[in-house]
């Protein structure tokens, strides 16, 4: 978390902490535990990234406005996840799909569609970005078929399902098991204390998601199929 450059610093608290990985690996396996002044310094260098960012759409708006472009110009700022702090048990953005992760920032500026100020409710998927700037030019939509939901049509935004997803961890931990610095006897004899980070290191099935959402709502699990 340390690339932002002149901001990386701006909101660091504590600048005896020196971390600046989330160490996504070590923590999934049991053998990197952070401080909470730890993660309170990641959380720091990270809201300096935000700040980065925010610098650079600055200038790219300066520009669009410096060569008369920014009134004509449909311009969206979003992301394509969050991030995890240990909110969960985990760092990084690897394995779940808690709100930390998928609720992220959506910003639309278009000239009378999207009025400045207004706040929309409704959940949105990342497909609908498409699917409404392929509306809002005119794209051939035989030719460019969406999945999504323009976001020019309220009605269809209401009360519908939206879905997220995350590719099964396979890779995550094949990256793990073959990695140059495999487990010592002693950090193995260590990890197996923890049950639960032993079964993550020895089988990725084990981060399967523990409450069966589907099964709970039958009825909602129905209507989605359908």
């Not at 300066?62 to 700022?77: H, N, P, R, S, Y």
């Not at 890779?171 to 140059?180: G, H, M, Y």
Request: hydrophobic share 35%; net charge neutral.
């Amino acid at each position: 978390y340390n690339s932002a450059r002149f901001f990386a610093q701006r909101f660091v608290r504590d600048r005896s902490i020196t971390e600046d990985n989330n160490r996504f690996m070590d923590v999934i396996i049991g053998r990197k535990k952070f401080t909470a002044k730890e993660i309170e310094h990641l959380i720091d260098l990270y809201d300096g990234e935000i700040r980065y960012t925010d610098y650079l759409l600055g200038e790219i708006t300066g520009k669009l406005k410096e060569a008369d472009l920014w009134e004509d110009t449909l311009f969206i700022v979003t992301s394509d996840h969050g991030e995890n702090f240990m909110e969960h048990g985990l760092t990084d953005h690897v394995l779940q799909l808690n709100q930390e992760l998928i609720r992220v920032p959506l910003l639309i500026k278009y000239p009378g569609l999207f009025p400045p100020g207004t706040k929309e409710s409704a959940p949105v998927q990342l497909t609908d970005i498409f699917h409404t700037i392929r509306d809002i030019v005119g794209i051939d939509k035989k030719r460019y078929p969406s999945q999504g939901c323009s976001l020019l049509n309220k009605k269809q935004l209401e009360n519908r399902t939206v879905f997220a997803e995350y590719y099964q961890p396979k890779q995550v931990f094949w990256v793990i098991r073959n990695r140059k610095t495999p487990l010592s006897k002693e950090e193995t004899q260590e990890l197996k204390k923890d049950k639960e980070a032993w079964k993550r290191w020895k089988n990725y099935d084990a981060l399967k998601e523990k409450y069966p959402i589907l099964e709970a709502n039958p009825d909602k699990a129905k209507e989605i199929f359908e």
